[in-house]
């Protein structure tokens, strides 16, 4: 009898598979998304340490104060403009993009727009 795997755990599973090839240097960081049903997440990681160098969400309180009634997908943009604005000013520029097993489109495109017109390279 076939198990049949939810929509999460099929992501886990492309996320890991991914995660293999993807790696992030300290020359070239990985930016890693998390999306849950109301707020994305995304963190500028260096994986040779397993550091989190830069991070941004769309909890940050200087985006919560405006983000009420706001589109999704326009919060998502915001929170990679920011994500964008605190890794320049830590002398990040280029980093591989890792969309944690979702689908590029949607919020995840969004936040990967707003952090190249933040100024990130990918």
């Known amino acids: 009898m076939l198990k ?17 090839k993807v790696y992030g240097t300290p020359a070239r960081p990985r930016l890693s998304v998390f999306r849950s049903s109301a ?30 009634g706001v589109d999704p997908k326009e919060v998502a943009h915001r929170v990679g403009e920011l994500v964008a ?14 969309r944690g097993g979702y689908v590029y489109h949607g919020r995840v495109a969004a936040l990967a727009d707003g952090a190249r017109s933040g100024g990130l390279v990918f």
């Not at 397993?50 to 009420?68: C, I, K, M, N, Q």
């Not at 604005?85 to 830590?90: G, I, L, S, T």
């Open 4 to 20: 049949k795997v939810s929509r999460n755990e099929q992501r886990k599973i492309r996320h890991r598979r991914v995660r293999r």
């Open 85 to 98: 604005h605190r890794a320049v000013e830590k002398g990040i520029k280029e980093v591989i993009f890792d």
């Open 39 to 68: 707020q994305i997440y995304c963190q500028i990681i260096d994986d040779t340490r397993g550091h989190t160098l830069v991070a941004a969400s769309s909890l940050d309180p200087e985006l919560r104060d405006g983000a009420g």
